[in-house]
T-cell receptor
Framework: AQSVSQHNHHVILSEAASLELGCNYS??????LFWYVQYPGQHLQLLLK??????LVKGIKGFEAEFIKSKFSFNLRKPSVQWSDTAEYFC?????????????FGAGTRLAVHP | DADVTQTPRNRITKTGKRIMLECSQT?????MYWYRQDPGLGLQLIYY???????NKGEISDGYSVSRQAQAKFSLSLESAIPNQTALYFC??????????????FGDGTRLSIL
């Protein structure tokens, strides 16, 4: 079965620190990759997505992610985090299933940024 | 994203009761989804619907049923609730042509507790 692994379940950073959240997936074929963010008490929002082309994807709020096909990875980065980035982050990948590209989510990484 | 509305926002009920969670959207999207979110597990797809006459099972459909009453409405039912269905439930929508069939717009969630 296809799977998505987010190795860090909890990350604590100080403001202005750099962020990198790991995401690895198991599917070997063509993939679409996503990062979603869930701020406390809110619904999920799409941060960025990769379908094809430049493997370095720019998203909203200064986030970016790099698709490395050989490593089956799609790590999320931000050079300098802010307190407002405190949230839970979910990596997701499409998986072919009966013709519909079902989205498989990772377990999430909870980020806490201290002032 | 107020365009996707879930009711109720919170519900506490007893084992064996029938429960309906409702989702309505004003985005005009043809595709709608129901997910449940459990701590440490990310989101899991329960059911999805590509149009009014199309209903498909997701990863964890057992114990759930859905109804797509109209393009804008997609309800999730628990026929006989059990405690391990205690979770946060999200409805989501996507547009076939703009969103490449992945859930892009989420409701605020329904927190369901079954005693």
């Amino acid at each position: 079965a296809q799977s998505v692994s987010q190795h860090n379940h909890h990350v604590i950073l100080s403001e202005a620190a750099s962020l990198e959240l790991g995401c690895n997936y198991s599917y070997g074929g063509t993939v679409n990759l996503f990062w979603y963010v869930q701020y406390p008490g809110q619904h999920l929002q799409l941060l960025l997505k990769y379908f094809s082309g430049d493997p370095l994807v720019k998203g909203i709020k200064g986030f970016e992610a790099e698709f490395i096909k050989s490593k089956f990875s799609f790590n999320l980065r931000k050079p300098s985090v802010q307190w407002s980035d405190t949230a839970e982050y979910f990596c997701a990948v499409t998986s072919l299933s009966g013709g519909y590209n079902k989205l498989i989510f990772g377990a999430g990484t909870r980020l806490a940024v201290h002032p | 994203d107020a365009d996707v509305t879930q009711t109720p926002r919170n519900r506490i009920t007893k084992t064996g009761k029938r429960i309906m969670l409702e989702c309505s959207q004003t985005k005009g999207h043809d595709r709608m989804y129901w997910y449940r979110q459990d701590p440490g597990l990310g989101l899991q797809l329960i059911y999805y619907s590509f149009d009014v006459k199309d209903i498909n099972k997701g990863e964890i459909s057992d114990g759930y049923s859905v109804s797509r009453q109209a393009q804008a409405k997609f309800s999730l039912s628990l026929e006989s609730a059990i405690p391990n269905q205690t979770a946060l439930y999200f409805c989501a929508t996507s547009d076939l042509f703009r969103d490449s069939n992945q859930p892009q717009h989420f409701g605020d969630g329904t927190r369901l507790s079954i005693l």
